[in-house]
């Protein structure tokens, strides 16, 4: 053979270089640094921290524990600092920082910020168990919103209305739900059909964003946008109105606590998973559902197939435009199904923009999640610890100001999105229309 010949064979032959992704590694050894010098600064070398795992209700008790506050503080940093090098050391090797790297990481990381925000407190403890259930609960609308934007996006239709959609699901259930108690006598009755009800809020949303970007071709970011302000006025304007005329509408009830037998009573996860409301269980339901009818369904292969290649999924005989209508209209359902978090869920009465930018925030935990509905759980489940965490820091008292701690979800997801996704993929046609 020919060296003409052999040289082109040869070059085909050998792998495609990856890029080296560092700025995950950069943006972990960075955090660990910063965490290291703050934390440590100003913490005593005499003082404890102590930890409460246990509740009175568990099969047995793990007794309260505590630790030297700057000693674990420093061990677990270094160790976060290590994991860091770890990472990049994989990462310019061009191979997958594997998942359990990161989980420990986090787990450092917390830990020191834990530690250090119980050093020297006396008699007040870190209550482990009440963090993690606040993070399962606060994460429930955010799971939501981003299977719903998930759902949408897979089938090539970029979902920014996940807010409205909330916000619309809040409203309706809360005014369901006052009304069936009225009319009733029933709080739990109206309770159940207000988480019933909230569907329907964010599914016409859904429907408005389906009807303008299909149909019509409109910018699918702006149509989003568009309907954000439009719930939020339309809402505003009910709120001065119905629900100021007619305050029986607008009532605080809530959905009841269902502990499921034995398993509820596990230490730490028993309370954590196994002793809530119908609409956390529902959603484990859903991320189950959902992730096995994507990835191992014909249902799954077609609305991923119309998010990807549209024109060859018309040629197999696949309605483009028309599971699009129908994915966006069913991820509108969800968010709504999520709206209900705020009132029925929360047992709160509706309130003005009481969805609080949390569309967004599952908008991010949708791309960190990289389009799956497990990765989409695993990142609404951070930052809702990031906004219990926000909450316990509150109750003990710590020396950040609390403008910072109300900012503190926000920046978790700013760091995660930046610092951890890197180069995500969305998928090919998204915000593409298609016309044949």
Not at 379 to 386: P, R
Not at 414 to 433: M, S, Y
Request: hydrophobic content about 55%.
């Amino acid at each position: 053979m020919s060296t003409a010949v052999a040289e082109p064979i040869a070059a085909a032959s050998e792998a495609p270089v990856l890029a080296r992704k560092l700025n995950g590694p950069i943006v972990l050894g960075s955090i660990a640094l910063l965490s290291l010098l703050f934390f440590a600064v100003g913490t005593g070398g005499d003082e404890e921290t102590s930890f409460a795992v246990a509740r009175s209700t568990d099969f047995f008790q793990i007794p309260d524990f505590s630790l030297p506050s700057l000693t674990t503080i420093v061990v677990l940093c270094v160790v976060a600092l290590a994991l860091s090098g770890w990472a990049f050391w994989v990462a310019w090797n061009r191979r997958a920082i594997p998942w359990y790297l990161y989980v420990a990481y986090g787990f450092a990381i917390i830990t020191a910020m834990l530690t250090w925000a119980g050093a020297g407190k006396g008699n007040t403890s870190m209550q482990i168990t009440g963090l993690l259930i606040g993070a399962v609960f606060l994460a429930t609308p955010l799971v939501f919103g981003s299977l719903s934007g998930t759902l949408c996006e897979r089938s090539g239709i970029i979902n920014i209305a996940i807010e409205g959609q909330l916000l619309a699901g809040a409203f309706l259930a809360a005014v369901v739900t006052g009304y069936v108690s009225n009319a009733t006598g029933s709080r739990e009755m109206g309770a159940y059909m207000g988480l019933i009800a909230a569907p329907l809020a964010g599914a016409l949303v859904g429907a408005a964003l389906s009807l303008f970007a299909v149909k019509y071709w409109v910018d699918q970011i702006v149509v989003g946008v568009v309907l954000n302000v439009l719930v939020i006025g339309v809402t505003n304007f009910l709120f001065g109105t119905l629900l100021k005329e007619s305050p029986e509408l607008n009532q605080a009830i809530g959905l009841p606590t269902m502990p499921i037998p034995l398993l509820s009573k596990i230490p730490i996860v028993g309370p954590v998973l196994f002793n809530a409301n119908a609409l956390v269980y529902l959603m484990y339901v859903i991320v189950i559902v959902m992730h096995i009818m994507l990835f191992k369904s014909r249902w799954g292969l077609r609305v991923r197939s119309v998010g990807e290649h549209p024109r060859a999924a018309d040629t197999v005989g696949i309605k483009v435009n028309r599971t699009r209508v129908r994915n966006t209209i069913l991820g509108g359902a969800i968010a709504g199904l999520g709206g209900a978090f705020f009132t029925v869920a929360n047992g709160l009465a509706f309130g003005k923009e009481m969805t609080g930018g949390k569309g967004f925030i599952a908008l991010a935990a949708m791309i960190l999640g990289r389009w799956s509905p497990k990765g989409a759980l695993a990142a609404a489940l951070l930052f809702g610890f990031a906004d219990s965490l926000r909450e316990q820091f509150g109750i003990i008292g710590t020396a950040i100001p609390s403008q910072f701690l109300a900012m503190l979800p926000y920046l978790a997801t700013i760091f995660a999105v930046a610092g951890l996704v890197g180069h995500a993929r969305p998928p090919a046609a998204e915000g593409k229309p298609y016309k044949k």
